[in-house]
């Protein structure tokens, strides 16, 4: 799950002075934001929550929430008051598989088509009465629907049917170009908490640079090295980096061939330094991260597999959440300039793509079992 998240809230809002407005924001102080400071308090993740009305739009309001619904992590529903603009807007979630989190004020009716969903009840009096300092029982419940929705980022079918829509827009992003995909998005596609990192490529070298590309969570701008480092040593994640071994007989048939027939001996030996050089610098990163663990406690693990059988046929970035993929073409001479992929871990793609990696680590890799706080393979 992703260490950071944005929760959509659907809820009637009426005129300034109106008993609406007022139990709209009520529900916001003392019930939706009590529940994400719990959640980052118990969990380590780290919520927001608007309406509409609090975010300032330029353009059309009604597509910039359509927008919301479709895009952000969790939709926050809350009926009162027989809002027809609230149910309009939940039954285009429900349409695009959306993670729902029902709040219902104990006074409104459950109605026919949607009385069978899970529903999170209170009483504005008694949150008016009770105010923000109050543990009630509403905002355990409410944290831990919400962490629940936050793990499922859509629904593969929508009415237990039909695709859901706006799918194409969240689980497929194609990059016309790989080198096109920015260096904060790339961050922020690795801004997970205890989950899986996966890395895969020939060698991996444009990663042991030391540019100060990458940023943490609290904006600070670092080198892949230290990016990977607070990675494993804070948030607990599990890295795996697998690049092909200069000895696979295999490299030579993935290289661009200039001319036609076998690849250069010029371009196989360059390649083939190029992998020993990248092998050198990662597990000296390997080696000061285990230092670093060792000495904090940290409880991520960063390994290092060689591939020796098999072929990588892709450069791969991995989640537990997703996946950034771009094949290798022969006849484009560096990888970044061919198009990419980025796919949602609903998706089928994703699910072959990971099955793939992890297929290539067994069988080149020490099984994870025996994987210490960072290990070489």
Same mark, same amino acid.
């Given at each position: ?32 934001? !009590?529940?994400? @400071? ?18 300032? %739009? ?15 992590? %969790? ?125 895969? $490529? ?57 001319? !036609? $027939? ?64 771009? !094949? ?22 994703? @699910? @072959? ?15 994870? @079992? ?5 290990? %070489?393979?």
């Amino acid at each position: 799950m992703s260490r950071n998240g944005v929760c959509f809230v659907i809820s009637p809002i009426g005129d300034e002075k109106a008993d609406a407005r007022g139990e709209a924001q009520d529900v916001m102080d003392y019930l939706i934001k !009590p529940a994400l @400071a719990r959640i980052e308090a118990k969990d380590g993740f780290e919520f927001t929550a608007s309406r509409s009305d609090q975010i300032p %739009v330029i353009g059309d309001i009604v597509n910039h929430v359509v927008k919301r619904i479709l895009e952000d992590d %969790v939709i926050i529903a809350v009926l009162f008051n027989r809002n027809p603009n609230v149910y309009y807007e939940l039954g285009i979630a429900h349409s695009a598989g959306r993670p729902v989190v029902l709040l219902k004020n104990a006074d409104e009716p459950r109605h026919f088509d949607i009385s069978t969903h899970s529903m999170v009840e209170y009483s504005w009096e008694t949150l008016r009465e009770l105010r923000q300092g109050h543990e009630r029982p509403e905002v355990r419940v409410l944290a831990d629907a919400i962490v629940s929705a936050s793990q499922r980022s859509r629904e593969p079918l929508s009415f237990d049917k039909y695709d859901p829509l706006g799918r194409q827009f969240t689980d497929f992003k194609v990059l016309s170009r790989f080198i096109d995909l920015r260096y904060d998005e790339w961050s922020s596609f690795f801004n997970v908490k205890r989950g899986l990192i996966g890395l895969m $490529g020939i060698s991996l070298h444009h990663f042991t640079g030391a540019e100060s590309n990458w940023k943490l969570p609290n904006g600070e701008a670092v080198n892949f090295a230290a990016f990977i480092q607070s990675k494993v040593v804070i948030d607990g994640c599990n890295v795996v980096l697998v690049i092909m071994d200069e000895t696979n007989p295999a490299l030579p048939q993935m290289l661009r061939m200039e001319e !036609p $027939g076998e690849p250069d001996d010029g371009v196989i030996d360059t390649v083939r330094a190029e992998v020993v050089r990248s092998s050198k610098r990662w597990q000296r990163h390997i080696a000061n991260v285990a230092e670093h663990c060792a000495n904090t406690g940290g409880s991520g693990t960063l390994r290092l597999v060689k591939v020796r059988h098999g072929m990588i046929y892709h450069r791969l970035s991995i989640t537990d959440h997703g996946a950034i993929v771009t !094949p290798y073409f022969f006849h484009i001479g560096t990888n970044s300039g061919g198009p990419g992929l980025v796919v949602g871990a609903s998706t089928a793609w994703y @699910a @072959a793509l990971r099955r793939d990696f992890e297929y290539l680590v067994e069988r080149n890799g020490i099984p994870s @079992a025996q994987a210490t706080s960072a290990s %070489v393979a």
